[in-house]
Nanobody, 114 residues
Framework: QVQLVESGGGLVQPGGSLRLSCAAS???????LGWYRQAPGKERELVADMTDYGTTRYGDSVKGRSIISRDIAKNTIYLQMSNLKPEDTAVYYC?????????WGQGTQVTVSS
């Protein structure tokens, strides 16, 4: 069983930056870890994910503005976002998946507004 707890969301001005954290409990060494987001009235979409080998991929809307990373010792993954735009406003979810297992955090709200 894997539990994921996100933190770091909040209100950010356009052009600003933030870092989201996701603390995981349980063994996640082989999992693909990632961040998704869901804005009101829209489907959940990939922001970024990372394999246990360190291979990353990013959603088109955040490429060049986001970096996903993981701290194995702390069992934590991060999402660093910069040059934030109002359209980045959404609930951001941490995800861990491996074979038939798929776990989600409770989500953290990010609002980009002046």
């Amino acid at each position: 069983q894997v539990q994921l707890v996100e933190s770091g969301g909040g209100l950010v001005q356009p052009g600003g930056s933030l870092r989201l954290s996701c603390a995981a409990s349980g063994r996640i060494f082989s999992y693909v870890l990632g961040w998704y987001r869901q804005a009101p009235g829209k489907e959940r979409e990939l922001v970024a994910d990372m394999t246990d080998y360190g291979t990353t991929r990013y959603g088109d809307s955040v490429k060049g503005r986001s970096i996903i990373s993981r701290d194995i010792a702390k069992n934590t993954i991060y999402l660093q976002m910069s040059n934030l735009k109002p359209e980045d406003t959404a609930v951001y979810y941490c995800n861990a998946r491996l074979s038939g297992s798929n776990y989600w955090g409770q989500g953290t709200q990010v609002t980009v507004s002046s």
